[in-house]
């Protein structure tokens, strides 16, 4: 599938052909800091296959294990466009929420669901991991229609 995106202010654009099939929404804590959300979808694409204008912001992320992450941006107006492995970026995680046909791409698996905040829906069908894409499933969630607490 052919899709374009481009960040809030414009100053960088892309296009590219994606797998519909890969889109995957992490709940992890990490996620929810950097995208100011309650989890963040991304959709997992061979750098080569991505084209860009202009020249995104690159933060490197140092997670407790040691392993380093890139996160691109735009510095203009801090869209987030990708994440990749800074020393071999040959997959570029692009972010969903700056991807024009995004209504058109709904995450096929959910993951790092011992993080996920526990008034976020999961769609039915979707497998939901406790942590990265190898790890078990979650069990059942508590209902989120219970009655609220009064004191
Ligand atoms: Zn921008
Ligand atoms: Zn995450």
């Known amino acids: 599938m052919h899709i374009s995106g481009q960040c809030h202010c ?3 654009s892309f296009t590219a052909l994606v797998d519909p099939s890969k889109v995957i929404a992490c709940h992890c804590t990490d996620c929810q800091v ?3 959300a309650p ?4 959709l997992p694409t061979r750098s080569e296959d991505v084209r860009w204008t202009g020249t995104p912001q690159q ?3 140092v997670a407790a294990s040691g392993n ?4 691109a941006f735009c510095a203009q107006c801090g869209t987030q466009l990708y994440a990749s492995d800074p ?3 040959t997959v570029l995680n692009l972010r969903l929420g700056c991807v024009s046909e995004r209504a058109q791409l709904p995450p096929v698996v959910h993951i790092w669901g011992q993080s996920a905040l526990p008034w976020v829906p999961v769609p039915a069908g979707a497998p939901f991991h406790t942590q990265g894409l190898n790890s078990a499933l979650m069990g059942a969630r508590p209902s989120i229609s219970a009655e609220p607490g009064r004191d």
């Open 10 to 12: 414009g100053a960088i």
């Open 34 to 36: 950097f995208s100011g």
């Open 68 to 71: 380093r992450h890139t996160q």
């Open 39 to 42: 989890y963040r979808a991304v």
């Open 87 to 89: 020393d071999s970026p």
């Open 59 to 61: 933060y490197i992320k």
